[in-house]
């Protein structure tokens, strides 16, 4: 009995991080409110706070234990470049 507990237990465990890693790395109701020209401070608003922030100055999004990310891409002037890289795995 105790043995098909914990077998029951890795199965559901190991179900629910395999629906968990194929969820949005961003929701793409969030990605829709980004426009061209947007500052760091309304782009942090619109997705929250980056999981990274590379020297180069792009933004890098990613939630835990999902395959994919989002990068944020700058203009010269700082503003939101109209366009991003969402990769999903």
Do not use: C
């Not at 890098?60 to 890289?85: M, S």
């Amino acid at each position: 009995m105790k043995k098909r507990i914990i077998l029951l237990s890795v199965v559901v465990l190991g179900f629910a991080l395999a629906v968990r890693a194929f969820q949005q790395p961003v929701q793409p109701d969030r990605l829709a409110k980004l426009k061209l020209g947007m500052t760091k401070a309304e782009v942090e608003a619109a997705l929250g706070r980056p999981a990274k922030v590379y020297e180069s100055g792009q933004w890098t999004y990613k939630r835990p234990l999902v395959f994919g990310f989002v990068n944020i891409h700058w203009q010269a002037d700082g503003t939101y470049d109209g366009e991003y890289n969402y990769e999903r795995f």
